[in-house]
Each structure stands twice: as structure tokens, then as C-alpha cells.
């Protein structure tokens, strides 16, 4: 797929058709996110790929908002990245994260990230239980990693609309010789 149509049909999507993407699909998508550039080149962020129904229904119940669309998806993958390596291990879970949702658009399937990292189970209890320690409780979280998010995917229900005009005049500034 041309990279500005890969732009222009990456949207949230948040629900899905029952097919479940093939592993096959599903090891391409995290290997194209593999070849994301990573601070000193550690390559520090690690997917988990997860296609059993049960987990997925245990992810999407993991905050009380933002998150239960999840149990209509037929696959999710936990982006997480190791600490121990480097200081920008969440910046580079976010590039990868990108590329991932990228690659799953050329598959011709579509996802949606659901935040994890510092967020609450539930919204109204900010100091409570955080979404990672929930996580943590049925996934096996390698030794020295912490979550970013879940990037929860599928083939799309429904036609999403294009990527809306911004105003870019207010995102882009110019520093020029005139
Ligand atoms: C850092 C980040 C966190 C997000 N967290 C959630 C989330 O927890 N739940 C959710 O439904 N969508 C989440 N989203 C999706 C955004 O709501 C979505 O990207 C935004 O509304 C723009 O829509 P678009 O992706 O269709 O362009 C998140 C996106 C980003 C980049």
C-alpha cells in the first residue's frame, strides 16, 4: 500500500469483525514494527501477541473506561518495553506502537491503542489500582519490562471514515531566514 494511503485510512477502530487474523499475519505486523528506530539502537520494546478469547476478555476489563471495546477484538498485542537497557525505553515503545498500527493498515486490518501506563483501573479512583498491576495479575510481564499499551486489532466491522482535515497552520511553526 502507497505510504499516504496508509496514512489516510489509519483511524481508530474499536469494532471488529469476528475473523481473527492468521498468526502468520499477526508475527508480520510485529516484525515490521521491529524494524522502528529505538534510542542508541537497543531495540528495547518487546510485543506479546495475544489471540485467546479468554485474555483478551481479561485485558478489555483491565480500566472501567476506554477499555472494554477491547473484547470485540480477535487479537491484541501488549507493547512493553525493558528498562533496564535505556532511560528512553517508553519513547521508543511509542514509535513502535506507531509502526505497528501502521503495518496492521497495510494488512488491511485496523486496531486501536488502549493506554496503560500510569492509567487507573478506575477512572474515579486515580490513586487506585493501576491497569499494569491488573496485567500483570494473568500475563507473564518479562523481568525488567513495563507496559505502554495495548494495541488491540482486527479486520475492521465497518468502512472508517478518511483522517479528518486539521489545522495544520496551528501544529506547524517556521522558524525562516525571511
Ligand atoms: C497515547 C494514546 C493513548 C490512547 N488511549 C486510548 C484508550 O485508552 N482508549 C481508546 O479507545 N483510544 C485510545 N487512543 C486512541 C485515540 O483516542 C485516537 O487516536 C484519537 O481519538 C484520534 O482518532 P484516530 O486514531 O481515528 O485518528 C489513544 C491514542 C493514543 C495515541
Not at 55 to 77: E, H, L, N, Q, W
Not at 146 to 162: I, T
Amino acid at each position: 500500500m502507497e505510504f499516504k494511503t496508509i496514512l489516510a485510512k489509519r483511524r481508530s477502530v474499536r469494532k471488529f469483525s469476528p475473523t481473527t487474523p492468521s498468526r502468520e499475519v499477526l508475527l508480520d505486523i510485529v516484525r515490521d514494527a521491529l524494524t522502528a528506530p529505538s534510542s542508541r539502537n537497543m531495540h528495547t520494546t518487546r510485543f506479546m501477541i495475544v489471540d485467546d478469547r479468554e485474555t483478551i476478555d481479561k485485558i478489555a476489563g483491565m480500566r472501567d473506561y476506554g477499555s472494554s471495546f477491547v473484547t470485540g477484538a480477535p487479537a491484541a498485542i501488549v507493547v512493553m518495553g525493558d528498562t533496564t537497557k535505556t532511560d528512553l525505553w517508553r519513547e521508543n515503545c511509542a514509535i513502535s506502537a506507531t509502526m505497528l498500527q501502521l503495518s496492521i493498515v497495510d494488512h488491511g486490518l485496523a486496531s486501536c491503542w488502549v493506554h496503560v501506563a500510569g492509567r487507573p483501573c478506575v477512572q474515579a479512583e486515580p490513586e487506585g489500582k493501576k491497569a499494569e498491576e491488573y496485567l500483570r495479575t494473568f500475563l507473564t510481564i518479562p523481568e525488567g519490562c513495563e507496559v505502554e499499551c495495548v494495541v488491540a486489532l482486527g479486520y475492521s466491522d465497518f468502512e472508517p471514515k478518511p483522517i479528518p482535515e486539521w489545522d495544520s497552520e496551528a501544529s506547524i511553526i517556521w522558524h525562516t531566514r525571511e
